[in-house]
C-alpha cells in the first residue's frame, strides 16, 4: 500500500528566504509524485510531478521538488518566496498499474509568508 | 481549453434533505475521481470512474453517498438525507488515463448544512 506524509502542516518563512516543504512517501512500486498547491477558495493545481525520468524536476511559479528513493522523500522547494505563495501545498503518490490506483494525498502544509 | 467545472458552486442546505452536485470533466479524460475536503482537513477519497468500468466506491462513507457518471462525460454525486457532518467541500478531478497523469481539480463545491 502506498502512503505519504507531509511533515510540517505549517511552515513560516519570510518574503525573499528560501522555502522547504517536506514529503516523504512509501510506495511498493516505482511512483509517481505530485505536488499540489491550492490558494484560498480555490481549486488544487498542479506544481510538479515526477514520473521516473529525471529525478530533479522543476515546476511552474520557481518552484522545484527533487525524488530521493534512497531517502524515499520527495520536498518542494523555492529559493525566494513570494507573497503570492501563501497557500496550503499538497503532496501526492500514485502507483503504475498493479498497484494502488487511487491517488493519496499527504494532509498539506500551510506556507505563511511574512512581508 | 475549458477545465473541471462543478456546480452549484455553494450549496446550503437543510439537514435531511437530498443534494446533487455536479461536476463536468475535461472532454475526453476517461479518470474522474470525487473527494471530500473538510475545513483544514486534507482530501478524502470518494469514488472513481475509469472509462466503462465498474467505479470504485471504497472511500464512499456512508449508504447515504452515492455517485453516477453518465456517457462516460458528466458526473453526479448524490447525498441523501444529509446530515450536519456532511458540511465540506466536494472536489472533483479527470485525469486523461490512470494515475500516471496529473488530475485537473475543478473550483470545488461547497455544501453547508444547517
Known amino acids: 500500500a502506498q502512503s505519504v506524509t507531509q511533515l510540517d502542516s505549517h511552515v513560516s518563512v519570510s518574503e525573499g528566504t528560501p522555502v522547504l516543504l517536506r514529503c516523504n512517501y512509501s510506495?511498493?512500486?516505482?511512483?509517481?509524485l505530485f505536488w499540489y498547491v491550492q490558494h484560498p477558495n480555490k481549486g488544487l493545481q498542479l506544481l510538479l510531478k515526477?514520473?521516473?525520468?529525471?529525478?530533479l524536476v522543476k515546476g511552474i511559479n520557481g518552484f522545484e521538488a527533487e525524488f530521493k528513493k534512497s531517502e524515499t522523500s520527495f520536498h518542494l522547494t523555492k529559493p525566494s518566496a513570494h507573497m503570492s505563495d501563501a497557500a496550503e501545498y499538497f503532496c501526492v503518490v500514485s502507483e503504475p498499474p498493479g498497484g494502488s490506483y487511487i491517488p493519496t494525498f499527504g494532509r498539506g502544509t500551510s506556507l505563511i509568508v511574512h512581508p | 481549453g475549458a477545465g473541471v467545472s462543478q456546480s452549484p458552486s455553494n450549496k446550503v442546505t437543510e439537514k435531511g434533505k437530498d443534494v446533487e452536485l455536479r461536476c463536468d470533466p475535461i472532454?475526453?479524460?476517461?479518470?474522474l475521481y470525487w473527494y471530500r475536503q473538510s475545513l483544514g482537513q486534507g482530501l478524502e477519497f470518494l469514488i472513481y470512474?475509469?472509462?466503462?468500468?465498474?467505479?470504485?466506491k471504497s472511500g464512499l462513507p456512508s449508504d447515504r453517498f452515492s455517485a453516477e457518471r453518465t456517457g462516460g462525460s458528466v458526473s453526479t454525486l448524490t447525498i441523501q438525507r444529509t446530515q450536519q457532518e456532511d458540511s465540506a467541500v466536494y472536489l472533483c478531478a479527470s485525469s486523461p488515463r490512470d494515475t500516471d497523469y496529473e488530475q485537473y481539480f475543478g473550483p470545488g463545491t461547497r455544501l453547508t448544512v444547517t
Open positions: 510506495s511498493s512500486y516505482s511512483p509517481s
Open positions: 470512474f475509469q472509462g466503462n468500468s465498474a467505479p470504485d
Open positions: 472532454s475526453g479524460h476517461t479518470a
Open positions: 515526477y514520473t521516473s525520468a529525471a529525478t
